[in-house]
């Protein structure tokens, strides 16, 4: 998610890009010529010592869609949208007997996915995004998980090989989990913490703290003033980060003491807070001694500007005395209370930690801690992000209950010399530090963190002798004498801290020296590991049982049992010592401390897809992209179904299945100016798996080696998740891929021979042509809509972009760059555009239905979500609002059933899918059988009917529709969607 982490291997089709994490993958094209660069920007070397990558560039893409042209997204407006929907649900279409019911396609679980198998170990089954676990203490065979926008997921045999999941709260106010905590006394009483605190921008807020007194049957909304989905009191547009619950009062559904830990929910990168949701109410530490009906901000941090204007990441509880509670505190540091469940009003302290410090060059960041069990009191760990690049600034240890901390560092420390902007010489001893010989420099420290003077967090680049090294970047502090410790662990989040940082420990370990770090890929050169497992190999999942002193790689186990997927954002332990890691890819449980991993996605339906693509005779057959989890097949047809196929690694994008021959396959990664922009292109369904689909698109990266620009810019701006659309009339069908600008190609291929597939053939569609990506923010092509017929024999497309422009041209063919016209004027919302559907009733191609993300509040004078145009190719085009009784929503796609006995317009939205049967004066939402969960694909297939919804954490759903809302005729031949989206 973001990602931040690999930089595709573009060329090749490798990827095992996952938004954060990567897998190693060959390109068949080029394959060994460019081996070793294509695995160095698999692994985002070049990009994260900017700290710009993947998960950064899909941020900026996902909330740039919602916010624009402001710099905010309304608070609660999902919220607001979740009452309306509550109100205009399908229930009230049940006398007419033509209720739309969706059925879930999945996947429960996908087989063989892209997970740390860089040893060339097995692969293992995966879901989606794993953001909050929580173990019943009175029984370890029960098991809660929470989804980035999956919801919260039950099982009563978590030590099952296959443990049987069940959904709970797939039409509460949010999906979106933070976090969950389980009542000690009384397990049936539980309490989720909404809102995903990652910090990504598809890290959706919350609505508050849901609490359940019966083991998750029901759900009640906590802290509401007035109705309970009008104002859920002081965490509206917020996450929840940590919930913890006082043990000493546990048990009771009014008396209970709680704290809850509130971060902003929603981020456009990792290390700028540029889309804070506005609020009133502050975030920070909270504390309600009433069961969660009544909560009180505490008085954390004391610093300026005070509480309610930090966001408390983390907390931990003292497991001996209920009174000692840690906060920490975004880019202020650790907090201690002493009196933090009996005293009236709990007194905070900050404490000295040395890694508060930090500098303007580089702030600190997020703070996770881990604290040991009852048997080593006063034992605590704390990992800290480097706001510059996203790094890790470093691991603290204390065992005293911090009052004092170290680096955890190996002895590894002493005093150097700075000898120019890059280099350090290490001093032997001398009147400022005076003492024995100082550690030499080692030559294994290279890559690990150099902190200076508690200000400042490097990379080692290499080191030149025992007295002189050399750090990644310049050092911005003072010159002369400088302390020094070199990290003896893992970089096991660098690049993205802000989104995968965990660390915990084993409360079972007496000793309070077993913990787990986990984050995306990296190498360490002196992991333990295991014979199956070499050292050089980069794992994102590590555990250590000397307190820091030595680390062992566990992503992949001992290279035979199931190894995890990379990002990890949780873990957690039962009373036996057994630990479960949440990740990207899902929930995985070891009963050896991380030597041997199960993995438990069994019927987890969590996963986040972008779009969607039918087969046009059988409509068993769906292909779609996911958030890293690769893109992936559904063919239902085979047993047991509905049976999924990983089809390809990467961060999956849209996707096409060519309605003339369905067994050519095109689908994006992420795209990214200056790196690589296409899509990959399968001719055999996709069935030869992972790797083996050719990168027909532009790789910027390998200019050096001839033009492999396949008639493609790379240096185009171009939306995170490109949009792609084909035209039918064609066999095969026409092939469109949008940047700023529109590239045709009959036939997309390889560019081996410099013969290149695609053509341009418009100008830059959006409001700044000649927008540069390397020196500001540029808008890009976010649809292209196709109408399915030829006029006058040529193509009539629309376009729409993520500034609110909209074009058209009825004169594209093969022949290069055509006419275009702008269509947009001053009543159509200046907001990103998602959706166009050239209606397919309306030969002249004059008539479209455009939606439009972000919020009516942005853009006052021009409301409204869906608006359609009967003479697009007029010159002259007029608009028509026909968002009606619509809640105020982003909308992300539109398509329209025209043969339907009452024509009806479908759109996805943030919460679900709404239908209009009367021309969009009024809209119901299809509630029955879909989660309230934002739907990112929506299609129907022209040929078959069929209505598919890909969701962004629930996986797919199938429309089944009864009664009068049956077809009089399927058979057009034309997808009614019009085009594809690019978001």
């Given amino acids: 998610m973001v990602s931040v982490g690999s930089t595709l291997l573009a060329l090749a089709a490798l990827l095992r890009v996952d938004v954060p994490s990567r897998s190693v993958g060959r390109v068949r094209p080029l394959r060994e010529r460019f081996r070793a660069e294509f695995e160095q ?11 710009i990558g993947e998960r950064d560039a899909f941020d900026t893409w996902f909330f740039q869609q919602r916010a624009y042209p402001a710099a905010t997204i309304p608070a609660d407006a999902i919220g607001r949208g979740v009452s309306f929907a ?47 676990i929580a173990v019943n203490p009175r029984d370890p065979d029960t098991v809660y998980v929470g989804g980035a926008q999956g ?6 045999n978590a030590r099952d090989p296959h443990p049987t999941w069940m959904p709970l709260t797939d039409h509460e106010a949010s999906l979106a989990v933070g976090s969950i905590a389980i009542d000690p006394v009384d397990p049936d009483i539980i309490y989720v913490g909404t809102g995903e605190p990652n910090r990504s921008c598809d890290s959706y807020y919350g609505r508050g703290i849901l609490r359940s007194v019966n083991g998750g049957r029901t759900w009640k909304l906590l802290a509401g003033v007035g109705s309970p989905l009008a104002n859920p009191g002081p965490f509206a547009g917020k996450a929840v980060a940590r919930i913890i619950i006082d043990p000493v009062s546990a048990g009771s559904k009014t008396n209970t003491t709680l704290w809850a830990a509130t971060t902003i929910g929603v981020y456009s990168s990792g290390t700028i807070a540029t889309c804070a949701v506005p609020s009133s109410v502050p975030f920070g530490l909270w504390r309600s001694q009433d069961s969660g009906q009544t909560w009180e901000l505490q008085n954390v941090p004391l610093t300026a500007p005070g509480p309610g204007n930090f966001s408390v990441q983390d907390m931990a509880l003292d497991p ?90 190996n002895g590894n420390n002493g005093a150097a010399t700075v000898a120019n902007g890059s280099s350090f010489v290490n001093r032997v001893s001398g009147p400022a530090f005076p003492g024995p010989y100082f550690p030499s420099f080692k030559s294994v420290w290279t890559g690990r963190r150099f902190v200076v003077n508690d200000q400042f967090s490097m990379t080692v680049r290499y080191v030149v002798s025992a007295n002189q090294l050399r750090l990644t970047a310049t050092y911005p502090g003072p010159t002369g004498a400088a302390a020094w410790s070199v990290g003896n662990y893992p970089n096991y989040c660098d690049g993205q801290c802000f989104y995968d940082m965990t660390v915990a420990v084993d409360p079972t370990d007496p000793s309070g020296n077993r913990l787990f770090v986990g984050g995306n890929p990296h190498t360490y050169s002196q992991d333990l590991g295991v014979p199956a497992v070499p050292a050089t190999s980069a794992h994102s999942n590590w555990r250590s049982d000397d307190g820091g002193s030595s680390w062992r790689s566990t992503s992949q186990g001992d290279g035979t049992s199931d190894p995890l997927h990379t990002d990890d954002h949780a873990c957690a332990f039962d009373s036996d010592g057994v630990v479960y890691d949440g990740n990207d890819g899902g929930i995985w449980r070891s009963d050896d401390h991380g030597n041997n991993w199960t993995s438990l996605n069994t019927n987890l339906a969590i996963t986040q897809f972008q779009g969607v693509s039918t087969h046009p005779s059988d409509p068993k057959i769906v292909l779609g992209g996911t958030q890293d989890n690769g893109t992936n097949i559904l063919n239902a047809a085979l047993q047991p179904p509905p049976a999924w196929f990983h089809s390809d690694y990467g961060d999956g994008g849209q996707s096409l299945i060519d309605q003339s021959n369905p067994a050519r396959m095109l689908h994006t990664y992420f ?3 200056f790196n690589f922009m296409g899509p990959a292109k399968s001719t055999n369904g996709g069935s030869s798996g992972p790797g083996t689909w050719d990168f027909v698109g532009a790789y910027y990266g390998y200019q050096m080696y001839g033009d492999y620009y396949n008639g493609m810019d790379p240096k185009d701006p171009v939306s995170f998740y490109a949009p792609m659309a084909q035209h039918p009339a064609f066999t095969p069908n026409v092939i469109y891929f949008g940047s700023d600008k529109v590239y045709r190609s009959p036939d997309p291929r390889p560019n081996l021979e410099q013969v290149h597939s695609w053509k341009a053939v ?84 004059n008539t479209a239905y455009v939606t439009f993300s972000g919020f009516d509040e942005n853009t ?67 509630s029955k059988g879909l989660p309230f969960v934002t739907v990112f694909g929506l299609e129907r297939n022209a040929s078959t009917g069929q209505i598919v919804a890909s969701t962004h954490g629930r996986g797919m759903f199938e429309l089944v529709r009864e009664g009068d809302d049956e077809e009089d005729d399927h058979g057009d031949g034309h997808d009614d969607r019009g085009g594809r989206r690019g978001h």
Avoid at 41 to 51: D, N
Avoid at 115 to 124: E, M, N, Q, T
């Fill in 41 to 51: 920007a698999a692994r985002g070397e070049s990009i994260r010592e900017e700290g």
């Fill in 86 to 132: 509550r109100s205009h649900n399908d229930d009230s279409d049940e006398h007419e007997g033509d209720v739309g019911v969706w059925r879930a396609l999945g996947p429960a679980t996908i087989p063989d996915g892209q997970v740390d198998a860089s040893a060339g170990g097995p692969l293992s089954r995966v879901s989606g995004r794993v953001t909050a």
């Fill in 151 to 156: 919801g919260v997921w039950k099982t009563s």
């Fill in 320 to 409: 001996v005395n209920h009174d000692v509670l840690y906060a920490a505190v975004r880019s202020d540091g650790v907090w201690k209370s002493t009196n933090a469940a009996t005293g009236g009003s709990a007194v905070f302290t900050r404490v000295v930690t040395g890694f508060a410090v930090g500098s303007s060059a580089h702030p600190l960041r997020r703070i996770n801690l881990g604290i040991a069990g009852p048997g080593a009191p006063g034992t605590l760990y704390a990992a800290v992000e480097n706001g510059s690049g996203s790094r890790i600034f470093g691991l603290y240890r204390t065992t005293d209950g911090a009052a004092s901390w170290a680096h955890v560092d």
């Fill in 671 to 673: 795209n990214q100016s």
């Fill in 762 to 845: 418009s100008p830059s569609l959006t409001k700044i042509p000649g927008c540069s990506p390397l020196t500001q923010a540029c808008p890009y092509l976010s649809w292209i809509g196709v109408l399915p017929n030829l006029v006058g024999g040529k193509e009539v497309l629309y376009t729409g972009a993520s500034d609110g422009r909209i074009a058209a041209s009825a004169h594209v063919g093969g022949s290069g760059v055509a006419a275009w016209s702008t269509l947009d004027n001053a009543t159509t919302p200046n907001r990103a555009i998602t959706g166009i559907a050239v209606a397919a009733d309306d030969p002249t191609g």
């Fill in 860 to 926: 006052p004078a021009t409301p409204g979500h869906l608006y359609v145009t009967r003479n697009g190719l007029s010159g002259a085009a007029t608009w028509t609002n026909i968002s009606g009784d619509l809640p105020d929503i982003p909308l992300n796609g539109v398509v329209f059933d025209y043969k339907a006995k009452k024509p009806s317009l479908y759109v996805a939205s943030d919460i679900g899918v709404f239908r209009s049967r009367d021309g969009g004066q009024h809209w119901k939402l299809l």
